[in-house]
């Protein structure tokens, strides 16, 4: 079991940038891919970024260029920084690790862009 508790969220101008975290905790995280989904309303759930233990990237179409995923393993946290925010974005972001079958998520940090 591994749980994911996702904080950063809130409210933002365009243009504006934030800095999501996911903690993560249980049965060796550090051995997971993490990465961050986004949802929207009515939309389905799609990648923004994953990473795996190696440092290994990789980016969603959706917010290429304009967010950097990291992680630090020693913590146990994966990091989401987001520039260039547009209202677009706005959506409820998930903390997710995989590893093989298993799968995990957080229950979601709420992004809101707007003026």
């Known amino acids: 079991q591994v749980q994911l508790v996702e904080s950063g969220g809130g409210l933002v101008q365009p243009g504006g940038s934030l800095r999501l975290s996911c903690a993560a905790s249980g049965n060796s995280p550090s051995r997971y891919i993490l990465g961050w989904y986004r949802q929207a309303p009515g939309k389905q759930r799609e990648l923004v970024a994953g990473?795996?233990?190696?440092?290994?990237?990789t980016y969603g179409d959706s917010m290429k260029g304009r967010v950097t995923i990291s992680r630090d393993n020693a913590e146990n946290t994966v990091y989401l920084q987001m520039n260039s925010l547009k209202p677009e974005d706005t959506a409820a972001y998930y903390c997710?690790?995989?590893?093989?079958?298993?799968?995990?998520w957080g229950q979601g940090t709420q992004v809101t862009v707007s003026s």
């Open positions: 990473i795996f233990g190696s440092g290994l990237r």
């Open positions: 997710n690790a995989r590893r093989g079958n298993d799968e995990y």
